[in-house]
T-cell receptor
Framework: DARVTQTPRHKVTEMGQEVTMRCQPI?????VFWYRQTMMQGLELLAY????????DSGMPKDRFSAEMPDATLATLKIQPSEPRDSAVYFC???????????FGPGTRLTVT | RKEVEQDPGPFNVPEGATVAFNCTYS??????FFWYRQDCRKEPKLLMS???SGNEDGRFTAQLNRASQYISLLIRDSKLSDSATYLC????????????FGTGTRLTVIP
């Protein structure tokens, strides 16, 4: 049963620290997405990649967030420096362009104090 | 205006009841439509895609009305395990993979 995996599952850090979240998409999926979910805003798209190339990162605060895909099996989302307002659940999803369906990982629950 | 709008509920229904959710979308060029289910503190999971002709999967039926730009989900014979938040999802524009998620409708099925 192929799944998207994410690490860490939980992260508590202090304001100003760097946070790196990792995602392994489902093998064979060539689109990868990063979302942020909060109670107030719901699910927001931060960035997405196709064939490892960034296609849209307009939802991401550019000054502190960065997303990369070093290879087809790894996507990273980095926050530097982190702020309390970044506290949220960050989901990675992968999919295939032809169907548009996306499959989500379990998320990283980030708390910035 | 939001890309996707849903009634947040909550919907509290007894076991065995039929319940329907609607959502509206703003971009008439959208081509892909989905319903996702999200349990508390879990990730969203694809429930079903929504096709122009409507489609059914067991107790679940999805309908698309392009003229009015709304999507519906009907759940028949509700089970306790159907309790979750149901997210209406639409793609942003033709051929795009970026999806817009509604804020969800909360369903609780009561014994």
């Amino acid at each position: 049963d192929a799944r998207v995996t994410q690490t860490p599952r939980h992260k508590v850090t202090e304001m100003g620290q760097e946070v790196t979240m990792r995602c392994q998409p489902i093998l064979g999926h060539n689109t990868v997405f990063w979302y942020r979910q909060t109670m107030m805003q719901g699910l927001e798209l931060l960035a997405y990649f196709r064939n490892r190339a960034p296609l849209d990162d307009s939802g991401m605060p550019k000054d502190r967030f960065s997303a990369e895909m070093p290879d087809a099996t790894l996507a990273t989302l980095k926050i530097q420096p982190s702020e309390p307002r970044d506290s949220a659940v960050y989901f990675c999803a992968s999919g295939l362009p032809i169907t548009g369906e996306q499959y989500f990982g379990p998320g990283t629950r980030l708390t910035v104090t | 205006r939001k890309e996707v709008e849903q009634d947040p509920g909550p919907f509290n229904v007894p076991e065995g009841a039929t319940v329907a959710f609607n959502c509206t979308y703003s971009n008439s060029a959208s081509q892909s439509f989905f319903w996702y289910r999200q349990d508390c503190r879990k990730e969203p999971k694809l429930l079903m895609s929504v096709y122009s002709s409507g489609n059914e999967d067991g107790r679940f039926t999805a309908q698309l009305n392009r003229a009015s730009q709304y999507i519906s989900l009907l759940i028949r014979d509700s089970k306790l395990s159907d309790s979750a938040t149901y997210l209406c999802v639409v793609n942003g524009k033709t051929g795009a993979n970026n999806l817009f998620f509604g804020t969800g409708t909360r369903l609780t099925v009561i014994p």
